[in-house]
Nanobody, 127 residues
Framework: QVQLVESGGGLVQAGGSLRVSCAAS????????MGWFRQAPGKEREFVAA????????YYADSMKGRFTISRDNAKNTMYLQMNSLNPEDTAVYYC????????????????????WGQGTQVTVSS
């Protein structure tokens, strides 16, 4: 069973950049597809980005395309989310999630497909 720990959140000004990380332990990292989700105050959790087990395929929510980049380093058991051109609407708790490849299938944006979640890291973008 994999455990996930996010880090790298913080306070950034609008237009700035931030990179959050997700460190995995307790499982075979490459066995999992990985995703980032976020939840803003008073809103439902939403899909941000996902990456397949080898890192060759990435998927993004429309509002993140061109601004966010997801990546993974299987040798370090770590996934990253580079966030550029941040705006106050990006303020949220960012969660990383892992899903067994066979369960994820092609449904990378579906929260229900991910069986393992981190505790989240707060990202706050000031105007």
């Amino acid at each position: 069973q994999v455990q996930l720990v996010e880090s790298g959140g913080g306070l950034v000004q609008a237009g700035g950049s931030l990179r959050v990380s997700c460190a995995a332990s307790g499982g075979t990292f490459s066995a999992y597809a990985m995703g980032w989700f976020r939840q803003a105050p008073g809103k439902e959790r939403e899909f941000v980005a996902a990456i397949n087990w080898i890192g060759g395929n990435t998927y993004y929510a429309d509002s993140m395309k061109g601004r966010f980049t997801i990546s993974r380093d299987n040798a370090k058991n770590t996934m990253y989310l580079q966030m550029n051109s941040l705006n106050p609407e990006d303020t949220a708790v960012y969660y990383c999630a892992a899903g067994i490849r066979a369960i994820i299938g092609g449904s990378y944006s579906s929260m229900q497909k991910y069986g393992y979640w981190g505790q989240g890291t707060q990202v706050t973008v000031s105007s």
